[in-house]
Nanobody, 123 residues
């Protein structure tokens, strides 16, 4: 059974940093595109970043502040979040898209999802 487990969320002041982790079981991340999405209360789930063997992509709202990376030996994907803003507050989810890959930014393209981790940025 495929499981994606996020960790690393929490409460941080504006300007601070957090690193989220997404660990996979029964799934080899190196074969998948892995994305991070977020959902704030009352809003749609939105794309944050994604990584695959061909590179990484970021939403415009996080470019230059967030970095996605992977450790294939640990079968884990990370999201380093710097210069956090109150508008980054959301539940963050990781997701895996099996090949052939479809849209990078559409949540419906991803096959497996974690349970989410809360990130709260105070002003």
């Amino acid at each position: 059974q495929v499981q994606l487990v996020e960790s690393g969320g929490g409460l941080v002041q504006a300007g601070g940093s957090l690193r989220l982790s997404c660990a996979a079981s029964s799934l080899t991340f190196s074969r998948y595109r892995v994305g991070w999405f977020r959902q704030a209360p009352g809003k749609e789930r939105e794309f944050v970043a994604a990584i695959s063997w061909s590179g990484s992509n970021y939403a415009d709202s996080v470019k230059g502040r967030f970095t996605i990376s992977r450790d294939n030996a640990k079968n884990t994907v990370y999201l380093q979040m710097n210069s956090l803003k109150p508008e980054d507050t959301a539940v963050y989810y990781c997701a895996a898209d099996s090949p052939p890959w479809r849209s990078t930014t559409q949540a419906t393209a991803y096959d497996y999802w974690g349970q989410g981790t809360q990130v709260t940025v105070s002003s």
